[in-house]
């Protein structure tokens, strides 16, 4: 209401000597209308200056918006190469978040362990060692595990699981079976084949880590933000008598995200008192970190990085490595 009247009282000092001179008296009573000139005698210096103060709005900082999209403009105009590295420069923390799988990479060292080997052992997270036996084809090792035979007269059945393991996973699938019949010289010839189409997912997830007799199933793709984890204010009292509240972002969190995962921190908030008087027609300091959050954003968006807390199941060369791995307990 005090700006409204300070503008109604400006627009009166300026608008009412317009008024005076557009009407005026004419001999013998009768009203005439004059044109305003630029000879017409302005208003007193002061009653100027005065309207203009109360006119004039007070003048205001740059938008911290205008600052955020100068910021953005210049990260935009780099290339993806030099948008991370402004980006590691600013938080340093990012070096450690990996992008690109080296799945092919380990697998390739552990197939070069296991070469030649017609069975190997597998074990989950919480569960036993069981071995496969097959053979490598291609990039993938093919074989059976957990076979029982069973014999009724003159037919024997032998039930398995298809195993599958390679450098993205570990799946198994059936029971599927073979059955066999006598020849008539007591001979086991092949008399049919069945298989069902269950299907489970031992490891769903890629090859992180090789070591001398075993390779570890965990590695998980995630993408990052980057939000602001703490918050300060700060209560200033003003040389005029009164008071106002600074806020600022005082430090910045790269928050992972992936399907079926949540990540969580804390966010931590201070308030403060300023000791003395401070004089408030200057603004706040800038939010730098605020400033800076659109243009960090843009920098990891579209990056996939990996990691691998822990193994969710495993593929050994021989069965003590497999029993005695106490990781996977």
């Not at 004419?26 to 309207?51: F, H, L, M, N, Y």
């Amino acid at each position: 209401m005090a700006a409204f009247g300070a503008m109604m009282r400006a627009r009166s000092l300026l608008v009412g000597p317009a008024v005076a001179l557009a009407c005026a008296v004419a001999p013998g009573g009768a009203a005439q209308r004059v044109t305003p000139s630029a000879t017409t005698s302005p208003a007193p210096a002061a009653t100027q200056g005065e309207a203009a103060r109360e006119a004039a709005p007070a003048q205001q900082p740059a938008a911290p918006d205008d600052a955020a999209a100068r910021l953005l403009a210049e990260v935009q105009a780099m290339d993806l190469a030099a948008r991370w590295a402004w980006a590691v420069k600013l938080m340093p923390e990012l070096v450690e978040h990996r992008e690109g799988s080296v799945a092919a990479e380990r697998w390739a060292e552990f197939q070069r362990l296991a070469a030649g080997r017609t069975t190997l052992w597998v074990r989950a997270r919480g569960d036993r060692c069981f071995a496969v036996r097959g053979a490598w084809e291609g990039d993938g090792f093919l074989g059976r595990a957990r076979e029982v035979a069973e014999i009724e007269g003159d037919v024997k059945t032998v039930r398995y699981e298809a195993v599958d393991i390679t450098a993205s996973g570990i799946s198994s699938s059936g029971p599927h079976g073979d059955v066999f019949a006598r020849d008539a010289r007591g001979r086991w010839q092949t008399d049919g084949v069945f298989g069902l189409g269950s299907f489970a997912a031992i490891a769903e997830r890629p090859v992180f880590e090789v070591t001398r007799k075993a390779a570890y199933y965990g590695e998980a793709a995630y993408t990052l933000t980057i939000e602001c984890s703490e918050t300060k204010a700060e209560e200033e009292r003003c040389t005029d008598g009164s008071t106002r509240r600074c806020s600022r972002c005082a430090a910045l969190w790269a928050r992972p995200h992936a399907p079926g995962q949540t990540w969580a921190m804390a966010r931590m908030s201070g308030t403060g008192a300023s000791g003395g008087q401070v004089d408030c027609s200057v603004p706040c300091p800038p939010d730098l970190l605020t400033e800076q959050l659109p243009a960090l954003n843009l920098a990891v968006h579209g990056r996939t990085f990996v990691a691998a807390d822990a193994a969710d199941a495993a593929v050994y060369l021989d069965a003590g490595a497999c029993r005695g791995d106490r990781r996977l307990r």
